[in-house]
Structure formats: structure tokens, C-alpha cells
């Protein structure tokens, strides 16, 4: 008979020695065919193994030029972001773009040229309630959660092969009251219109290969998952009233409170993307796949689109990206169901002006202060 | 009166004469016979012979885990593996803890490194032949032996006047607890369990015709994470007849058929719509007719022709429930047939010189039905890249390879009791089995070669100076090799494999360098027995590719997942006593190469990796202590009942040899919040791990 009384196995936490000393570039950047300011965001990564946070490029002269031989710069706003002048500059499907950097220590970095393909608009989106085992942002406990799943149907619409990027942003819309005391007497009833956007995709949300294959319509390609909760931990937003006009100012605190969802709409972006950008993301979302479990593929590089010109053996990390978008909007009706099913109702798309935040408005005074994109009626 | 078989002065692992090692043309083999299985070092699941094949010079594994064994720096689908004359497709049972091979009724084993006879084709790096017979044809035994994982139970007996031999074992596991306690969240999750079963009739027709029919199947079957479900199977069977025309001219007629399947389903019963199964499998059919001409007792002659049918089911995907979401997927099966004939010589043109040369000549067909995708010339191959397509009908030629492989084995005796050797083997390989990770994973999948896809060839060239000292007391050896690999497969960079139709797309031909040197000591007789080898070793690739996506490291030389070029085996058995024996190895070998995370960056608010160049960093080294003693209940040669206990420690000193590293991420919030990253490393054996096993024959 057999006698063993001991565990076999363990694992501990490694720290290799990592000999990567090399001061690395990274490049975020993405214009699309939207009238917007786009941004290009320059960092440089940290070891893997240094708890340094990743720092700005600052004071980099960046511009994008196109195959008309015009050229465009991006301005710093700080933090190694820079911006585009949305008046000076939109991007054309059918074109081809190419991002340049040069950095303080002279050091000059070139993307290889992007062609923007023409937008595609979903056919079709769904809901189905669902079930998921789904991180607590809260506690970062796995939980399984009853919700809906988004699902999307898209049709090619045009003859080359179409690849394309989901992002899908769920805004949580919620309500808060309060009162202004004016004096002893008198009160002002503000009410506060707020929202919350979270991206309910996981991962980089690239169309499956085998649409590629036949070119013909996806079906059922999924697009996040939303939870069903009535309410919403979110931030708390004060106010500072302009007496001279009876305005509203809402300015956020550090303190988060539970509100009732008002209505959830839910936002699809979908990017439609040239060869390289589509590899480039399947790569991430590879990556980022893997959770390190023991079937996982081996991991590999990310080959970027961006190389250094001054010097061609440095390493450079990121990807410029020229895709077009078409937005599309949803109100996500949880509660009046049509076969069982929770509803998506298309409206015309208007986007928050901020991923977050709160407009004050005072009712009775003459300045009205609803955002632009609210649903006021009903309550899903 | 006593057993002869526990005799002090037994050899663990020996040739058939003790001199053989030196007199034979044969270099770079190991032979294990009866005796030899008897005496092996104890493994996780008792004595198996893969993982003790997996201690001789020039023999490694990745890890604890990994299917299959790496000969002089190949992967584990180079080696041709054959119970009974027919390849086994999946070696392991638990993912390589235990071989499937179960040593009951093994009568002996040879692993041929290099100097390959023309006989042998369709792997680049190695034979291994397995076969079955029983101990003592003319008496009735009963063997069985209960193990820390599994159980075992076989029967050898003579029939019908001994006219006929049956042998008939079988193995089955209790193993989950040892799942249980590997600290991945997956695996504790999980639950494992296997079967085999082996059997061999022998049928003496008469003196001049023997048949044997052999039959084989296992079956594991691996609950992951409780919701993914794996299984699979080996069937294996196989008819031989032996007709003898005279003692020195017979030939050996063998129809084989070897079925491996495989199945992973996902059934999470809160998401019926999602519930998939995936199926593949690889079915093969073989027959061989060797003939065998000894006009002198200095010179014999075979020839013969080999066929073989592949019929590779890629994968099947298909959803569980009537509400199901799943778009069916059904990738088209490949088909192929391998052919050969070839001849082979060996002569003793003097007492100082024997060369046995030989010739194959291989034929490679890829057949219908399937669909070729036709790649734009100017493009990396990718779906994006394919141009047209075309179809071809069942049994339809699609494109043909073929190629002359020839053998040459030179043995130049120096002394009586030393000689040098020389060899050089050319093989084509027709067949892959394609991984991007490191141990057999669901992923995995075989791949047959095609008009996108050239065949591998292994030209291996090996040197070796062989002596024996003290009336072959000593043996000893150093072989230096120099293999190079044509056309060697690697995944290309996020590589997607499973349910792939391009999956040519995604793989890059690669060039493979391997060269050694092998340093072995053995001592065959005395109460101390046993062997020391070092082998210093490099297995290094280099991709070609003029595409940034066909590029490995730039197309610059890196070494391959099996690179570890220092190894050393110390191997003792001491015969403490008749009863008493103790069993000592261990085992270094410089840690694998791996990849691991450099910087860590941030990307659309996602906080991202940027890996090294592949293989750039290596493991931990590897060493481990195992330690044994068997005590034998009683040698009587008339009690029928044989015991014998084995207390073993695996991994003495409790090193905690890395197996893999991986990253963890910390939370990951549904707002894309920050994950934070952790490096782990993961021991598949990280504390001495005692074992109690007992044997019994009757």
C-alpha cells in the first residue's frame, strides 16, 4: 500500500534578472475619419520588474503627414499627450498617413504609412441575459454575475477584406438631488445630471478571422457584457452656483456613493482597420488572453509599426493608427423584455462630452443644463 | 537454491554481449532488456522506461511535464515510437508524468540516436522500438504491483501445448490528489484519470510460420478547471507474421494500425449556448515487409517496403445545445501516404572493420480531398495574403515529395577491447506535431506536409571512440554528433493554431543546428553498478524569412525550447545484500531557455508586456536526487509467491526545480483599471516526494 503524505508542488513568486537597461519609446496614437482632436501619447516603458511608473515624453515635436504632401502637427497638452487642432486637421478615408517624432535628445522615430479604409456602420445589436464570472471592481473578487451579453451583426460592405475593432461603452446614467440654501428661508433645487462610462469589453475587441475567410456577414459577434444592477457605485459630484446667473458648476470630490441607474445607452465604436492594425491588436488581445495559465501560448513580441530612424537597432514599442469609425448608440432596456429578452433601442448617437461627469441644472432659472445626450424618459 | 536474477553482478541497462558495445557497427543506442527493466531507477508512477531512457546521454526531457523526450536537441515528434512495429501518436499519461508504456511484459527496448538502419524511416531524430514477449514462455506468471498513482496487474501463459503465448496487462490511475497539489488554480480545479491495456497473442503455427497479433489502447481522460473537459485515446493494433524459408532467410509481413483521438469539450451549464466540443485525431495504417538474409554469420542483408496511411483530422468544433451560439466548424482532414523500400548491408569486411550501409529511398504523397490556399508571392502568408484556392477530389495526388535517405555505419576496431565508429543517417520527415507551448497542450496539433508546407530533413553525422576496461567491467564512451535540420517548424509570433485552416500561415520554416559531445561510463558487474554520462549539447535555430512576420529574433541564431547544453547523469545501484539493493541518481542539467517580459508599458489603458526575443533567458538549472531501496520477501526458487518492496524518495533534497514561469496579473477591473504583474515559478516536484510501492509475480 502506499504512504505519501506530502504536497509535491509549489510555485513562488521569481524575479529573474531582466538586463534590459535600454530606454524605450512608446507610442499610443490613433486618428480616425471623426471630426475630433486626436491624440498621440508618448511614454517610455518601465522594467517588468521595477514598480517605476511608465514616464512622459515631454517636449517631443510630433506631426502626421498624408500622401497629398500635407502635414499636420499635434500640440503637447502635458503628460506626453498631444493634440491635433480638430479644425486644422481630419482624417480621409482612402488615404494614407504617416506619424513623426523627434524627441528632446534627438532622437527621430518614423511609423510606416497607414491607409484609412471607409467606415462600416453595424447591421444589427442585441442583448441576451447572460451569466458571467466577472472581476468585482470593488473587492477584485471573481463573481459570477447575471447580466446581459451584447452581440453584433455586421455585413461587409465593401470588396476588400474587412477587419474591425469593437469598443464597446456602456454610460451609466444617474440622478442626484440637492439644495443651494440661499438664505434662512430660501433653498435652490439643483439636480444633477451624471454618468459613468465603462468599457465593457475585457480585452482588444478584433472581429474573428473566419469573417475574414468568405467575406461575408458576421453573425453574433459579441461585444461585452453588462450587469443588471439597479444600482451604480459612483462618484460624487458638489456644486458651485454662479449667483450673477443662476448657474450650476458640478466638480467631483473623492468620495464615491451608490446611486439608481437611470438608463444604461451603450456606445459602439467600431473601427475599421487596415491589415497591420488588425494584426497589431490580435497580437494584444493575445497578450492579454493569456492569464498566465499553464496551457497558455508562449508569449511573444509585439511588433509595432513605429521605427526609429536615427538609429534602426533601437527598440520602439507601439503602433500609429489611421482607421475610420462609425459610432453607433443604444438605449439597453433591461426591464421591458420582448421574447425574454432584454432590448436594444437605436438612437441617434450623440456622444457624452466626458467619459465621466455631472451637469447642474437649476430648475426654474433660465439656463437650462441637461447634457446633450441624456434620456429623460422612462427608466430602464 | 536462489533466483539467478538478483545475482550480484547483473547489469541495469546493458547490450546483448557485453562487448557489443564496442564489436557492433551500431553506435549511439541504448538497450534495455528484461532484466534491465527489472533493476530501473523508480519514477513518479514506478519504473518506466521512457522516463529511464530519459537518463542516458544524450536523451533529455523539458521538465517533469512534457509528452515525449528530446533526442540530441529534436522535439518530440521526431521521435518514431513503436510498440510492436506501430507508432504511438501521444506518449504520456498526466501530461508526462507517466509514460503510457507499462513495463509488464516488455521484453526489451532500443533507442537508436544515430547510425538509423535504412529500415527505419518517418522521424528525424530517433527510434525507439518497443517490444513485448513474455519472461518465461513455458510457465504461467502473474505480475502486478500497486503504486502511489496507479496499479498494475499482467498475466504471461503458454497455451494450447505452448503452441500459443498470451500476454495481457493492464494499468489504471487514482491520481487526482496529485493534481490537487500543483499550486496552479486550473489544475486544483482538475481531476485525471487513466487506463491501458496491452496484449499480445504468439501464435507458433509451425516451425517454419509464427503470427502475432498485438493490441494496445489507453485512455486518459482530464477534468480542467472543472468546466473544460480532455480526452483521449491510443488504439493500437498490429498482425505479424514471421515465415521462415531457411535459418538464414525469413521476412516479417506486419499490418499495423495506430488511432489516436482526441477531444476537449466546454460545457458551463449557465451557458448552454456556449457549450462546445472539439474533436481531432490522427489515424494511421502501416504495413511493412521486411526480409532478412544472413549468408554468413559476418554478413547480413535486409530489404524490404514500407507504406503508411495518414489521415489527420485537424478539428471538428461543434456546439452542445439546441440554443447554441457556436458556428459549427469542421476543418478538412488531410491525407497522405508515405512510402519506401530500401536495403540495407552489413558486413564484417574484416576483424577490423564492419560497415553496414543502406539505402531509402522515401515517397511522400499529399492526397485529396482538401483545399490549397495560394498565396500572394509578395506578401507574408496570412488569410489577408490568400489569392485563390484550389479543390482537390478524394485520392487525388496534390503534390508529391520524395527523396533518397542513406545510411552508413562504419565500426573500426582498434583493440579487442576498443573501436571507433562513424555514422550518418539522412531522414525525411512528413509529419509535425505543432506547439507554442511548453507542454502538450489542447492546442497541439499534427500536420501533415503539403504544398505549403516542405517536409523537415535531418542530416546527422556522429563520431564516437568506444572502450572497455576490465573484461568489460568498464564501458565507456564519447560520441561527438553534428545534426542539421532542413526545414524545422516554428509558430510565428501570436501563432493561433486551434480550428486554423491557414495554419501554414502562421508557422515559419526554420533551419536547425545541433552538435555534442557525449561522455559516458558504465559499470556493467560488481555489488556497485550503474553509469555516469555528461553531455555537453547546443540545439540552436534560425529563421529565414524576409517578412518582419517570418522573422524570429531577426533572423538571428537562437536556441531551441530544448537547448540545455550541460547535462550529467550519476546513476548507482549497490547490492547492499541478496535482498537488499539501493538505487541512487542524479541528475543536472542547465535550465531551458524560456521568454520572459522585459518592460512593461501602457496602451489604450491597458497596462501591456513587451517580451524578449525568443528563448533569450534561461531557467534555473535542474538538479534532483532520487533515492531507493527494494527489499526482495524471499529468492526461493520454489516459492511460487514473489515479493518485494521499494521505498523511494524522489527528489531527495527537495529542490525546487523550476518547471515554467509565468505572470499573473492582479485584478482586472471591468473599467480597465491597471493590473499589476507578479513573475511566478511553477515545481512540479518542490518537496522529496516518499513513495511505498509493492511488486508481486507468481
New interface residues.
Given amino acids: 500500500m502506499i504512504i505519501s503524505g506530502l504536497l509535491i508542488s509549489c510555485s513562488k513568486v521569481y524575479d529573474p534578472h531582466i538586463d534590459s537597461a535600454e530606454k524605450v519609446l512608446v507610442i499610443d496614437g490613433r486618428i480616425t475619419n471623426q471630426i475630433d482632436a486626436y491624440h498621440i501619447v508618448l511614454t517610455y516603458a518601465s522594467q517588468f520588474n521595477s514598480s517605476e511608473k511608465n514616464t512622459p515624453s515631454l517636449g517631443a515635436n510630433v506631426y502626421v503627414t498624408d500622401d497629398h504632401g500635407n502635414s499636420f502637427k499635434f500640440n503637447e497638452r502635458g503628460k506626453g499627450d498631444y493634440v491635433s487642432d480638430s479644425l486644422q486637421f481630419t482624417g480621409q478615408p482612402g488615404h494614407t498617413y504617416r506619424l513623426h517624432i523627434l524627441t528632446t535628445d534627438g532622437t527621430e522615430y518614423e511609423s510606416d504609412l497607414q491607409r484609412m479604409f471607409p467606415e462600416v456602420s453595424p447591421d444589427n445589436a442585441y442583448a441576451k441575459f447572460d451569466n458571467q464570472v466577472i472581476l468585482n471592481g470593488v473587492t477584485g473578487l471573481k463573481v459570477s454575475t447575471h447580466g446581459a451579453s451584447i452581440f453584433m451583426d455586421i455585413r461587409n460592405q465593401s470588396d476588400t477584406v474587412p477587419r474591425f475593432r469593437i469598443v464597446s461603452n456602456l454610460v451609466l446614467q444617474y440622478y442626484n438631488q440637492g439644495n443651494f440654501q440661499l438664505d434662512w428661508d430660501h433653498f435652490l433645487l439643483l439636480q444633477y445630471y451624471c454618468w459613468q462610462t465603462v468599457n465593457i469589453n475585457s480585452n482588444f475587441n478584433i472581429t474573428d478571422e473566419d469573417y475574414l475567410s468568405n467575406s461575408a456577414s458576421i453573425k453574433n459577434h459579441p461585444a461585452g457584457f453588462l450587469d443588471d444592477n439597479n444600482n451604480v457605485i459612483a462618484i460624487e459630484y458638489y456644486s458651485k452656483i454662479n449667483m450673477d446667473d443662476t448657474t450650476a458648476i458640478a466638480y467631483s470630490g473623492n468620495w464615491h456613493n451608490t446611486y439608481l441607474i437611470h438608463h444604461r445607452i451603450l456606445y459602439l465604436s467600431q473601427y475599421t482597420l487596415n491589415r497591420e492594425t488588425y494584426l497589431y491588436y490580435k497580437s494584444l488581445y493575445g497578450q492579454i488572453q493569456s492569464e498566465g495559465r499553464i496551457f497558455d501560448p508562449v508569449a511573444s513580441q509585439l511588433n509595432g509599426n513605429i521605427k526609429c530612424i536615427t538609429d534602426p537597432e533601437k527598440k520602439t514599442i507601439g503602433f500609429f493608427e489611421a482607421s475610420s469609425v462609425s459610432y453607433s448608440e443604444y438605449i439597453v432596456d433591461l426591464r421591458n423584455l420582448v421574447n425574454s429578452q432584454p432590448v436594444l433601442i437605436k438612437t441617434p448617437c450623440i456622444l457624452p462630452p466626458e467619459p465621466d461627469g455631472c451637469l447642474i441644472d437649476i430648475p426654474g432659472s433660465k439656463h437650462h443644463n441637461v447634457p446633450a445626450f441624456w434620456i429623460s424618459t422612462g427608466n430602464t | 537454491m536462489y533466483e539467478r536474477a538478483i545475482k550480484l553482478g547483473e547489469v541495469v541497462i546493458y547490450s546483448e554481449r557485453a562487448e557489443s558495445n564496442v564489436s557492433g557497427t551500431q553506435m549511439s543506442i541504448v538497450k534495455i532488456d528484461v532484466k534491465g527493466i527489472k533493476e530501473l531507477p523508480v519514477s513518479i508512477g514506478g519504473k518506466d522506461i521512457i522516463r529511464s531512457i530519459t537518463l542516458m546521454p544524450g536523451v533529455q526531457t523539458i521538465g517533469e511535464f512534457g509528452t515525449g523526450f528530446n533526442v540530441r536537441g529534436g522535439s518530440a515528434d521526431q521521435n518514431l515510437v513503436l510498440i510492436e512495429d506501430v507508432p504511438i501518436f501521444n506518449l504520456s499519461h498526466l501530461f508526462g508524468l507517466i509514460s503510457v508504456v507499462n513495463s509488464d511484459g516488455v521484453s526489451n527496448v532500443t533507442l537508436l540516436k544515430a547510425g538509423i538502419s535504412a529500415k527505419y524511416g518517418e522521424r528525424a531524430s530517433s527510434v525507439m522500438d518497443i517490444q513485448l514477449g513474455p519472461t518465461n514462455p513455458d510457465k504461467t506468471t502473474v505480475k502486478g504491483g500497486?503504486?502511489?498513482i496507479n496499479s498494475s496487474l499482467y498475466l504471461e501463459t503458454p497455451l494450447v501445448d505452448n503452441k500459443i503465448n498470451l500476454l495481457i496487462g493492464a494499468r489504471s490511475s487514482y491520481s487526482n490528489w496529485?493534481l490537487h497539489?500543483?499550486?496552479?488554480i486550473?489544475?486544483m480545479n482538475s481531476s485525471a484519470h487513466f487506463y491501458d491495456a496491452d496484449a499480445l497473442l504468439s501464435f507458433n503455427v509451425n516451425d517454419r510460420n509464427k503470427i502475432d497479433l498485438f493490441g494496445y489502447i489507453s485512455n486518459d481522460r482530464f477534468g480542467?478547471a472543472k468546466t473544460t473537459d480532455y480526452k483521449y485515446t491510443n488504439l493500437l493494433g498490429s498482425l505479424r507474421w514471421k515465415h521462415t524459408f531457411t535459418n538464414q532467410f525469413f521476412f516479417n509481413l506486419t499490418a499495423g494500425i495506430s488511432d489516436y483521438r482526441f477531444q476537449v469539450s466546454e460545457s458551463d451549464t449557465?451557458?448552454l449556448?456556449e457549450a462546445y466540443r472539439i474533436n481531432s485525431g490522427v489515424l494511421y495504417k502501416n504495413t511493412k515487409w521486411n526480409f532478412s538474409w544472413l549468408p554468413n554469420g559476418n554478413h547480413s542483408i535486409d530489404f524490404g517496403i514500407n507504406a503508411a496511411l495518414y489521415n489527420i483530422q485537424p478539428g471538428k468544433l461543434t456546439g452542445l445545445s439546441d440554443s447554441t451560439?457556436i458556428?459549427p466548424?469542421q476543418m478538412l482532414s488531410e491525407k497522405a501516404l508515405e512510402s519506401a523500400i530500401y536495403l540495407t548491408d552489413n558486413i564484417t569486411l574484416s576483424p577490423k572493420l564492419a560497415i553496414d550501409v543502406g539505402v531509402r529511398y522515401s515517397l511522400y504523397t499529399y492526397l485529396g480531398p482538401n483545399k490549397i490556399y495560394i498565396y500572394q508571392p509578395d506578401l507574408p502568408r496570412?488569410?489577408?495574403s490568400?489569392i485563390d484556392s484550389l479543390m482537390y477530389g478524394n485520392n487525388k495526388s496534390i503534390c508529391r515529395y520524395s527523396g533518397l535517405e542513406p545510411r552508413v555505419s562504419l565500426r573500426i576496431t582498434l583493440s579487442n577491447n576498443s573501436s571507433v565508429k562513424l555514422s550518418y543517417n539522412r531522414i525525411h520527415q512528413y509529419v509535425n506535431l505543432v506547439s507554442?507551448?511548453?507542454?502538450m497542450?489542447?492546442?497541439d496539433v499534427w500536420k501533415l506536409s503539403s504544398p505549403n508546407l516542405k517536409p523537415l530533413t535531418c542530416d546527422h553525422f556522429a563520431v564516437g571512440y568506444f572502450k572497455n576496461f576490465k573484461n568489460n567491467m568498464y564501458e565507456t564512451s564519447l560520441e561527438v554528433y553534428y545534426k542539421s535540420l532542413t526545414n524545422a517548424i516554428e509558430y510565428k509570433?501570436?501563432?493561433?493554431?486551434l480550428l486554423n485552416?491557414?495554419l501554414e500561415a502562421d508557422l515559419t520554416n526554420v533551419r536547425g543546428y545541433n552538435y555534442g559531445v557525449e561522455l559516458y561510463v558504465k559499470k556493467n558487474t560488481g555489488r556497485l553498478t550503474g553509469w555516469a554520462s555528461y553531455t555537453f549539447s547546443r540545439s540552436l535555430q534560425q529563421s529565414h524569412g524576409v517578412f518582419?512576420?517570418d522573422k524570429i529574433n531577426d533572423n538571428q541564431i537562437f536556441p531551441s525550447n530544448f537547448d540545455r547544453p550541460n547535462n550529467l547523469i550519476l546513476n548507482a545501484n549497490y547490492h547492499i545484500s541478496k535482498r537488499w539493493r539501493f538505487n541512487g541518481t542524479f541528475t543536472y542539467s542547465t535550465g531551458r531557455p524560456v521568454?520572459?517580459?522585459?518592460?512593461?508599458?501602457?496602451?489604450?489603458?491597458?497596462q501591456?508586456?513587451?517580451?524578449?526575443?525568443?528563448n533569450k533567458?534561461r531557467l534555473p538549472d535542474y538538479h534532483r536526487l532520487d533515492v531507493s531501496m527494494t527489499l526482495d520477501e524471499s529468492l526461493k526458487i520454489r516459492r511460487k509467491w514473489k515479493g518485494s518492496w521499494t521505498f523511494s524518495i524522489i527528489n531527495l533534497y527537495g529542490r525546487?526545480n523550476?518547471y515554467?514561469?509565468?505572470?499573473?496579473?492582479?485584478?482586472?477591473?471591468?473599467?480597465?483599471?491597471y493590473r499589476q504583474?507578479?513573475?511566478?515559478?511553477?515545481?512540479?516536484?518542490?518537496?522529496?516526494?516518499?513513495?511505498?510501492?509493492?511488486s508481486f509475480t507468481f
Fill in positions: 500497486i503504486g502511489i496529485l497539489s500543483i499550486p496552479d486550473d489544475l480542467f449557465s451557458k449556448w451560439i458556428n466548424v496570412s488569410r489577408g490568400v507554442n507551448t511548453a507542454v497542450a489542447p492546442t509570433n501570436g501563432a493561433d493554431l485552416p491557414y518582419t512576420e521568454t520572459l517580459p522585459e518592460l512593461k508599458f501602457d496602451y489604450q489603458g491597458y501591456l508586456l513587451y517580451y524578449s526575443d525568443r533567458y525546487k523550476a515554467s514561469v509565468y505572470y499573473q496579473k492582479g485584478a482586472h477591473m471591468v473599467s480597465n483599471e504583474y507578479d513573475t511566478y515559478m511553477l515545481y512540479i516536484i518542490g518537496r522529496p516526494l516518499p513513495m511505498l510501492t509493492y
